[in-house]
């Protein structure tokens, strides 16, 4: 569906290949086709399932050893609503395969979002992109002040 609205070529495979297969391909395919950027999207891996963890460091290693940790940025997708239990999401996440930043979705009137400031400022982590809606251009880069400012605003409607 989104390789489609974004005019990008899709390497999927059955449901149940393994992970680290689906990605070593679509790397290889990347590089046959000359392309620039390879996003390889894990969603639904949860820090407290230890199989997916495991399959997803297995991820990680395999694409080092192709293209060597320097060309690749791992980025964890945070559910805006998911309040204080991201923080331990992106703990978890950030000692298992080191994180390289945090990309906060569905971060709409209805969210805070609050807790990107502990992992920014306890993990060390930036926050790279925010999303704002469903479509192809609500993800935005992220910006501080704005973020801050909206917090503020939405805190003090419900003072």
Known sequence: MWGDRTGSRVVAQQQGS???AVAYDALQ???????DVVIIDTAGR?????????ELIKVVRVLEREVGRDSIENLLVLDA???Q????QAETFNKALTLDGVVLSKYDNTAKGGVIL????KLGLPIRYIGLG???DDLRLFEPRE????????????A
């Open 85 to 88: 239990n991201g923080f331990a």
């Open 81 to 83: 609503v998911m309040g």
């Open 118 to 121: 502990a992992i920014a400022h």
């Open 29 to 35: 395919s990347a590089k046959a086709s000359n392309a």
């Open 46 to 54: 949860l820090h407290s399932k230890h199989n997916l963890m495991e």
């Open 18 to 20: 393994d992970s680290a």
């Open 134 to 136: 469903e479509g192809v």
């Open 147 to 158: 973020f801050v400012q909206a917090l503020l605003e939405k805190n003090g409607d419900e």
